[in-house]
């Protein structure tokens, strides 16, 4: 991974509202048993407006029931839940890369 390119993902994680997310689960006329990427943990309970604030809610898969939206794998849940961790896992991994980077360059030096 180049340098322009561990620069290109730092930027698009500041950019991004920050973290930690998780997957919840929504429910209401138009949220219809959606699946959200938010900023607060699902209390179990598929909260129906207004019992949800829509500015906790970072994405959303728009699998819904009856869906508008399919996955041809039906992997909706488990997708969220990637892009969930990935916001707490991505600035991670940079940062382990730009460390082995420095260690790297550390013992070439010497």
């Known amino acids: 991974m180049h340098q322009d390119e561990l620069e290109e993902i730092e930027e698009l994680c500041s950019a991004a509202t920050p973290g930690p997310w998780f997957v919840r689960t929504l429910d209401d006329d138009s949220a219809m048993n959606l699946v959200a990427v938010s900023t607060v943990r699902d209390t179990g309970r598929a909260e129906r407006w207004p019992h949800f604030d829509h500015r906790e809610i ?52 010497g």
């Open 58 to 109: 970072v994405a959303a898969t728009l699998v819904q029931h009856p869906r508008y939206v399919d996955s041809g794998d039906e992997c909706w849940d488990e997708n969220a839940a990637f892009i969930a961790m990935a916001r707490e896992a991505v600035p991670r991994l940079v940062g382990e890369v730009r460390r082995l980077r420095a260690l790297l360059a550390n013992e070439g030096e």
